[in-house]
C-alpha cells in the first residue's frame, strides 16, 4: 500500500524531471519499493535514462525502484476494468465514438484520472499498488494548481453519487499532509524564482500544505574563487552570485525554508544524479 505521494513540480527548465529520479533513488535507498512516474506527454526518462519504451506497466530500472509514464487514458481504463471485469464492456462503454468525444471534453476528468490512480491505495478504491511511496513527475507550475483543483471543483459541481464521493475522497488525501508531499524547484533566476513563490504560498492558502522548496543550479563559488580569472569571467560570475544571493534573500523575506541544490558540473546521466543524491542525503 503507498504510504506517501511525492509530487514535484515547478517552472519548466527548472530540473524537476532530474530531482524526481535523485528524489526517488533517495526514498529507494530508505525504503522499497518505490514507483516514479512521469505525467509528461512524451517520455523524459526513455532518452535520459537510456530506457526501452515507458509505458503503464511499471518497468524496474533499479532495485526497488519502478518506473511508469500515466496517461488520463490509461489511468481511466485501468479504473474501469477493475470496476467492470469485463473488458468487451469497458468496450462498449468508452471506446464508442460519442464516449470518446465526451471523455475529451469532461472538464477536470483527465485530472481526476490521475489524481485518482495516485491517491486510489489510502482510499482503498481501485486497483492495488505494491509500492511504499510513490514519485510524481507532475506538472509545471501553473498547470499543477489545476490539476489540484480539479477534485474539489468537480465535489462542488458534482456534490452527490459516486462521482461527487470520489472527488471529495481524493480532495481529502490531496490535503492529508502525511500522504501529499510537494517539492517546487526553482532556480536564481526571475521567473522561476517568482512562480516558485507564488505557487509555494497559494498552496498554503488553498490546500494548508506547506511545500518543500529547493534552489536548483547553486554554484559552489565564492568571490575569492574569481580572483585568478579574467576580468570578463569574473564580471560575470559575479552577475550569477548576485542572482544567487538575491534568491536566497528574496525566499527568506517569504519566510519559505529552502534547500540548495548545487550545479554539477558534468553531462554524465550518473554523474549528475549520484552528485545531486549525496546532496540530497546530507540535507533531507
Known amino acids: 500500500m503507498v504510504k506517501k505521494a511525492h509530487l514535484i513540480t515547478g517552472k519548466g527548465g527548472t530540473g524537476k524531471s532530474l530531482f524526481s529520479v535523485v528524489l526517488a533513488r533517495y526514498f529507494s535507498s530508505l525504503v522499497a519499493p518505490i514507483l516514479l512516474c512521469e505525467l509528461n506527454e512524451h517520455s523524459f526518462y526513455k532518452d535520459y535514462l537510456n530506457l526501452p519504451n515507458i509505458s503503464y506497466k511499471p518497468l524496474n530500472?533499479?532495485?526497488?525502484?519502478?518506473?511508469?509514464?500515466?496517461?488520463?487514458?490509461?489511468?481511466?481504463?485501468?479504473?474501469?476494468?477493475?470496476?467492470?471485469?469485463?473488458?468487451?464492456l469497458y468496450r462498449l462503454f468508452f471506446e464508442n465514438p460519442v464516449s470518446k468525444s465526451l471523455i475529451q471534453i469532461a472538464p477536470g476528468l483527465h485530472e481526476l484520472s490521475l489524481l485518482g490512480?495516485?491517491?486510489?491505495?489510502?482510499?482503498?478504491?481501485?486497483?492495488?499498488?505494491?509500492?511504499?511511496?510513490?514519485?510524481?513527475?507532475?506538472?509545471?507550475?501553473?498547470?499543477?494548481?489545476?490539476?489540484?483543483?480539479?477534485?474539489?471543483?468537480?465535489?462542488?459541481?458534482?456534490p452527490f453519487g459516486p462521482m461527487g464521493e470520489q472527488s471529495k475522497s481524493i480532495d481529502h488525501w490531496l490535503r492529508n499532509p502525511e500522504f501529499t508531499e510537494v517539492h517546487i524547484l526553482t532556480?536564481?533566476?526571475?521567473?522561476?524564482?517568482?512562480?516558485?513563490?507564488?505557487?509555494?504560498?497559494?498552496l498554503k492558502?488553498?490546500?494548508?500544505?506547506?511545500?518543500?522548496?529547493?534552489?536548483?543550479?547553486?554554484?559552489?563559488?565564492?568571490?575569492?574563487?574569481?580572483?585568478?580569472?579574467?576580468?570578463?569571467?569574473?564580471?560575470?560570475?559575479?552577475?550569477?552570485?548576485?542572482?544567487?544571493?538575491l534568491a536566497r534573500l528574496q525566499l527568506q523575506k517569504a519566510a519559505i525554508d529552502f534547500i540548495e541544490l548545487p550545479l554539477v558540473a558534468s553531462l554524465d546521466t550518473e554523474i549528475l544524479i549520484e552528485g545531486l543524491l549525496k546532496h540530497l542525503r546530507a540535507a533531507l
Open 61 to 88: 530500472w533499479k532495485p526497488g525502484l519502478d518506473i511508469s509514464q500515466w496517461s488520463p487514458e490509461d489511468c481511466l481504463k485501468e479504473y474501469s476494468l477493475h470496476l467492470l471485469k469485463i473488458e468487451s
Open 117 to 158: 490512480k495516485m491517491t486510489s491505495s489510502p482510499r482503498k478504491h481501485g486497483p492495488p499498488m505494491p509500492y511504499d511511496q510513490i514519485v510524481v513527475d507532475a506538472f509545471s507550475t501553473g498547470h499543477f494548481l489545476n490539476l489540484l483543483r480539479a477534485p474539489g471543483a468537480l465535489a462542488e459541481a458534482i
Open 187 to 202: 532556480l536564481a533566476e526571475e521567473l522561476p524564482l517568482t512562480e516558485g513563490i507564488e505557487l509555494f504560498q497559494q
Open 205 to 245: 492558502k488553498e490546500f494548508n500544505i506547506k511545500a518543500k522548496v529547493y534552489l536548483n543550479k547553486v554554484s559552489a563559488l565564492t568571490l575569492d574563487d574569481l580572483t585568478d580569472l579574467p576580468i570578463e569571467a569574473q564580471n560575470s560570475l559575479k552577475d550569477v552570485l548576485n542572482s544567487e544571493a
